[in-house]
């Protein structure tokens, strides 16, 4: 079975940090374009940021300065989460693999919840 899982995610108090983590299973993502999303409910899928095959990394205005995408083999990527604020409270769902043909990422996890508290 092919599934990406996301996990870390929970409550912080503003200014802290999480780090969340994105795990294939049935999948080899060496050679796939990772993303990062994150969805405020009532409101539309948000780009958080990207990391290449190659480890080359883009981020949003929103979150550069503040998070960190890595990853560091063929199952595994990470977003470092720092000092965190109100607005950065939504539901985040990584991404793998992105098909040129249908113009989206052909693999979706279900998403973890992130609460920022002030």
């Known amino acids: 079975q092919v599934q990406l899982v996301e996990s870390g995610g929970g409550s912080v108090q503003a200014g802290g940090s999480l780090k969340l983590s994105c795990a294939a299973s049935?999948?080899?993502?060496?050679?796939?374009?990772m993303v990062w999303h994150r969805q405020v409910p009532g409101k539309g899928r948000e780009w958080v940021s990207s990391?290449?095959?190659?480890?080359?990394s883009s981020y949003s205005d929103s979150v550069k300065g503040r998070f960190t995408i890595s990853r560091n083999n063929s199952k595994t990527v990470h977003l470092q989460r720092n000092r965190l604020m109100s607005e950065d409270t939504a539901v985040h769902y990584c991404?793998?693999?992105?098909?040129?043909?249908?113009?989206?990422?052909?693999?979706w996890g279900q998403g973890t919840p992130v609460t920022i508290s002030s």
């Open positions: 990391i290449s095959s190659d480890g080359v």
């Open positions: 991404a793998a693999c992105w098909v040129r043909s249908t113009g989206g990422y052909r693999y």
């Open positions: 049935g999948i080899k993502i060496g050679g796939c374009r």
